[in-house]
């Protein structure tokens, strides 16, 4: 049972901050590895491809400690896009992730900075195939968006690996089967539409009618829409209280879960007595997360 583990947030190509927090935890590259000397292991909770300047860089140091066994880590979202953005889908034609605007947008520095480097990219899909989508160990879970038992049982009864008919049903927003409800909630997270009409600007200009919750925090502490929306907009924010039909899912297990996935800005502290996020928005200004288990301790650098 080892409990001497950090976990780390949501990199996004800052392969500079990742290398100055894995100091500041102690790692030291040897032989071009990053290890600790007291045996440590890190756990990233993914993420680490897409917007920032130094993305080969970062796959490279995160797989090399994994494959090393100095590291583990889960699919980020931006993993799992990157795997359908490049697989063409065989029975629609296209890919399972479209090539229009708004996805190649999203994928653009990872995109570029690979482009002269097309069998290194290949080996990373490679590996982001292998990639688990959480960790439930002894002492604590880890998944990039929302722990929900519910979807866990469901892609733990069907899923065999990211092959073309687990992507195909994964995607199918249109029939959105179990699998499709899993991955968007377990890699993206939960949402819930907006009362009245409403809608607000997301970070990459869309407008958007379907609002993030706050799954971590307990159903007693939202009295209001704001504490319960990620985004709520303005008029919402503190007029009444939230409806006890909008006060949706809320994880209550003991065993701590941590994630990435949320844009969370100031200094990184724990969210809840059990839920820890560790994205702290370095790829917008802001801190690299790590949270040493034993210590019970959050540490973090900016770029
Ligand atoms: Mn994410």
């Known amino acids: ?113 690979f482009r002269h480097y097309r069998e290194e990219w290949e080996g990373f899909l490679e590996w982001f195939r292998t990639l688990p989508i959480w960790i439930d160990d002894a002492n604590f879970r880890v998944v990039h968006a929302c722990w929900d038992p519910a979807h866990i049982a469901t892609l733990s009864a069907c899923f065999t690996g990211m092959d073309a008919e687990f992507l195909s049903r994964a995607t199918d927003h249109q029939n959105a089967p179990p699998e499709f409800h899993a991955i968007e909630e377990l890699l993206k997270g939960k949402e819930e539409i907006l009362p009245d009409g409403l809608s607000f600007t997301d970070k990459d200009g869309a407008i958007r009618h379907e609002c993030r919750i706050r799954w971590w925090t307990s159903p007693s502490e939202r009295e209001t829409y704001g504490d319960y929306l990620m985004e709520c907009p303005e008029s919402l924010r503190n007029e009444g209280l939230l409806p006890a039909s909008r006060n949706g899912f809320s994880y209550a297990d003991d065993k701590p879960v941590f994630f990435g996935h949320y844009w969370l800005k100031g200094s990184p502290k724990a969210v809840s007595r059990n839920a820890i996020c560790l994205d702290y928005s370095v790829a917008k200004g802001g801190y690299l997360a790590a949270y040493s288990l034993d210590e019970a301790r959050l540490r973090w650098v900016g770029v």
């Open 1 to 113: 049972m080892n409990k001497r583990i950090d976990l780390i947030g949501d990199i996004h190509g800052h392969a500079d901050a990742l290398e100055r927090l894995l100091q500041m935890l102690g790692y030291r590259r040897k032989s071009g590895v990053y290890s600790h000397p007291q045996a440590r292991q890190a756990v990233f909770v993914g993420d680490f491809i897409d917007r920032g300047p130094r993305i080969r860089e970062t796959l490279h140091i995160v797989r090399d400690m994994c494959d090393a066994g100095h590291a583990r880590a889960v699919m980020g979202n931006h993993e799992f896009n990157a795997i359908c953005f490049h697989t063409p889908h065989t029975e629609k034609g296209g890919f399972f992730r479209d090539h229009s605007w708004k996805e190649i947008n999203q994928h653009m520095a990872t995109l570029e900075q």
